[in-house]
């Protein structure tokens, strides 16, 4: 078990990321469309606690977030390979801390994420108009919003998993 996956209110995080997607607050939304709260939570979880656990809690994110929107599409992959990712580049020295890398890791992220998901709906023979409108603003305000929501968490969790590597 990881050093962050001890700790249970860090674990159960998790939840406020499906909370916040369906909450959507009004004031963190671009042309309608929220951030990806799921990248902005993933990302400080793998950099700290490594890829095992990004892609394990990517696959959690993945299930919560596919069981609140029924239908073909899906996030899973894209989310585990995400965790995965970045937990690789998070166990590498030195330490990703610069709020311009996690605004940029951010942004390809999301970018990746709903690239998948306009794919997933071309290849359904779904609407695709709104899922460009949708990738966007979703890279775009997912990127704006990551330096700051980002760096507030790796903090915290360095903190408090202070024997991890990052």
Request: aromatic share 6%.
């Amino acid at each position: 078990m990881s050093g962050l996956a001890r700790q249970r209110w860090t674990l159960a995080t998790v939840l406020l990321v499906p909370l916040l997607v369906l909450a959507a607050p009004p004031p963190l939304q671009l042309a309608g469309v929220p951030p990806s709260w799921a990248v902005l939570w993933l990302l400080p979880w793998a950099l700290v606690d490594g890829p095992l656990s990004g892609a394990l809690l990517g696959v959690v994110l993945g299930l919560l977030l596919d069981g609140l929107h029924p239908g073909p599409l899906t996030q899973l992959p894209v989310l585990a390979l995400l965790g995965w990712w970045w937990g690789r580049l998070g166990s590498r020295r030195p330490p990703i801390e610069r709020s311009f890398s996690l605004g940029l890791l951010a942004l390809l992220g999301t970018a990746l994420l709903g690239a998948s998901l306009a794919l997933q709906q071309l290849l359904w023979g779904l609407s695709s108009a709104a899922a460009v409108h949708t990738l966007l603003a979703q890279t775009l305000l997912t990127g704006l919003l990551a330096p700051m929501l980002c760096s507030l968490q790796l903090l915290l969790w360095r903190q408090l998993a202070p024997g991890l590597r990052s």
